[in-house]
Each structure stands twice: as C-alpha cells, then as structure tokens.
C-alpha cells in the first residue's frame, strides 16, 4: 500500500485528486493543506472519516511539519498542487506567489529528497522508481502566448508572462534541478485550464455561472477573444494517476482537453444554458500581460500514457453548470 502525500489537497484541483484516488485504490491519503481563501476542507468531508485518509493543516513552506509527515508517514509519493493560482491576484501580490510557490517547491523538495535518500543509504527493499517520486503540478501558462495555429509540446521554451506563471516556471525548474544534480525521481505535469464543481468563484467558468445566476454583470476581459484549452477537471485527476503510476522518470508531461474556446463564447454558452441574456456581458479593461492564446499537444501522454480526456467541452460544461445550480451561488 502506498502513502501519497497531497499537497494543496483542499483545493480545486487538489481535492477532486484526493476523491479520485481514494475511490481508485487503497492507498493511504495524507492532505496537507494551508486552507487559504482558495482551499475549503469541506470539499472532502465525504472522505473525512476514512482511515486510510489523513489531513493536516500546514504549509510546505514549513520544514520541520515536512520532516515529520514524511517520518511519520513514510511517504512513498508526493503530489504538489500547492500553490497560489490566480493571475490577477498575482500582479497586485506578486511576493505572496514567490514565497509560496517557488520557495515552499523548493523546501518540499528539499526535504522529499533527504528522506529518499536516507531510504536508498538504508538499502529499502522497495524500487528507486517507488521511493520517494515527486509529481509537480504545473501549468500550461509557464509557456506564455502562442498566437496562430501552432501548439505547446514539452519541448516548447517556457516564456511566462505574469508573476503568477513566472513564479511556475521556477518551481518547475527547480524539481527539474533536483532530478537532474540529485537523482530525485520527479515528474512534471502542466495541464490546460481546469472547470468543473467546487472552483473558486474567483475563476472565468464559476464566475461566469454565478454571477449570470444572480443576475448580476459579467466582466469580461479586452474583446474576450482569448482562446483557452479546457480540462474538465476529472480528466485531469485520471491523468495525474497515470503519470504517477506510469510515468517515465523526469519527463514532462502536457495534459490538455482537445477544447480550445474562446472566452466569449464559453460566456455565452452559459447564458444560453442558463436562459439569460447577452445584455449581462461586460466588457471591462484587458488584464495587463493577458496572454492571447494557450493551446496544448497532448499526444505525448496520450501515446505514452494511453490516457485520453473523457469529457468534451459542452458536457464537462453542462455538469458544471448544473452542479452550481444545484449547490447555490457561495464560493464553491
């Protein structure tokens, strides 16, 4: 049985992963989570009695916590979803992402790699492959703008273009750096733009939802023409799952969700479903450094890997929609 360590399990992303894998297998699920504004332990109390399943309130910028989790534990496996992700929050708070986003990966990683270490001096049993793997999840936006018809692939120059994913570019070199001068066995993700249930309402979809729901304006950036790649969120957990457990050792995986929209229809789709109408958009002053267009190559995991993105946009979209309908209009 393995110990995953989830960090930023409470999150969006994070804990739709904690869900998925603790439905999948046996494993035992340590989520260590900050519960800042974007993380809510109340997504996981479906799971919050189970045994195999732990939760610690923490930060990874905190090394002796670390330390102890991983003695304790004995953790096999690290998922690092830890992170501060909104783009705006990022231009007005910029030292907020650099702390904890490049210098928490950097403590996280510190640590992960002396107790895999200590593990190989001790001559464990169990593989080089098992002990201790570190997946970091990152993001398509360290790549910057790709205008025209072209596509991100793993090989595509990082050129990020807000302290946000300036601050992700760094992180992922750094787990890189430990692969590649300490032999750390890592794993780098970096997905399209994640929907579905439970995204902070600070995001274009739950934005867009509950505010067309209330009735209220909905702001859109500059023409509203930025194209985005969407990843139900699902297939981003099934994804990670198959990184972790067939993933090549310090490769770099894109996971993308074959739906490239641009801003103003995914808009528009929402008030078409919701029966609202177009009157509510509003267009508002574009967001310094708005990257104009993100889209990725997702043939290497889907070739590699042999995973594929279940949801198409309309149904993915759809569940959304109805979830937050059904849920009300809080801060998911």
Known sequence: M????????AGFI????????????EYNIINLDLLTYAGNISYLDEVSQLENYKFINGDIRDKDLLKNIFLEHNIDIVVNFAAESHVDRSITEPEIFISTNIMGTQILLDVAMNFWKKNKEDKNDRTFKEKVKFVQISTDEVYGDIEGGGFFTEKTSISPSSPYSASKASSDLLVNA??????????????SNNYGPHQNREKLIPLMITNCIENKKLPVYGDGKQVRDWLFVEDHCSAIDAVIHKGTIGETYNIGGNNEVENIEVVKKIIKYLGKNENLIDYVKDRPGHDRRYAIDNSKITHNLDWKPKYEFEEGLKNTIDWYVKNGTRLS
């Open 2 to 9: 393995k110990n995953i360590l989830i960090t930023g399990g």
């Open 14 to 25: 994070g804990s739709n992963f904690v869900k998925y894998m603790i439905n999948k297998y």
């Open 178 to 191: 430990y692969f590649r001068t300490y032999g750390l066995p890592i794993n780098i993700t970096r997905c």
